[in-house]
């Protein structure tokens, strides 16, 4: 993450860093997270109401297929998705991780 994609968050955040201190207006913060909270729920919902309508290919895309009477998993193409998944969550979480250790540094 950039620098000025670290400004960029810190702004969204309500951080203020300069001249040896730290400001945090708490309810920009709050309303931050609040905003992120809604984001993923939306995200969530759009997805089952996908899935639910059949726009999105469960066994295509995550090995999952499901009918009336059975439920198919396929555990290379599930195992593959959720190798995925899991370094796209790796790669969030190190972008926060210098976020933070760049707060420290200031």
Known sequence: ???NNSNDLFEKL????????LNIDINQT????????????KSAENLQKD????????AENVGI???????????????SFIEEFGKKIESFLGEIDKVVENINKK
Do not use: W
């Open 1 to 3: 993450m950039s620098n």
């Open 14 to 21: 309500g951080i203020e860093m300069g001249d040896g201190k």
């Open 30 to 41: 709050k309303e931050f997270f609040h905003t992120l909270k809604n984001a993923f729920e």
């Open 51 to 58: 899935i639910i309508e059949g726009k999105v290919d469960m």
């Open 65 to 79: 297929k499901i009918d009336q009477e059975h439920i198919n998993i396929d555990l290379n193409k599930t195992k």
